[in-house]
């Protein structure tokens, strides 16, 4: 089993910054890649950025100037900083990290982000 820990959400003022922090404990051996996502109040549940665990990123289109995903493998952790927060990117943000044998997908509890204009 694997047990993600979200942490780094508040409150920030529009145009501010925040950096989250995923910690994986576990299992973690078994990961191959965790994920940032983002639910926002009504709306479906968005991919942001994924990070290998080799290192290699990929984000969507619309955050890839602002976040940036990086990991820390001697802490287990991996970390999303946002800078130039909007208004819209006030969301619950969850991590993700799959594995492949056994295939397996693990999310945190979430931490919420709340970015006032």
């Known amino acids: 089993q694997v047990q993600l820990m979200e942490s780094g959400g508040g409150l920030v003022q529009h145009g501010g910054s925040l950096r989250l922090s995923c910690a994986a404990s576990g299992s973690i051996s078994k990961l191959y890649a965790t994920a940032w996502y983002r639910q926002a109040p009504g709306k479906q549940r968005e991919f942001l950025a994924r990070?290998?665990?080799?290192?290699?990123?990929t984000y969507t289109d619309s955050v890839k100037e602002r976040f940036t995903i990086s990991s820390d493998n001697a802490k287990n952790t991996v970390y999303l900083r946002m800078n130039s927060l909007k208004p819209e990117d006030t969301a619950v943000y969850y991590c993700r990290s799959d594995s492949l044998f056994p295939p397996n997908t693990y999310w945190g509890q979430g931490t919420q982000v709340t970015v006032s204009s």
């Open positions: 990070i290998s665990t080799t290192g290699i990123t």
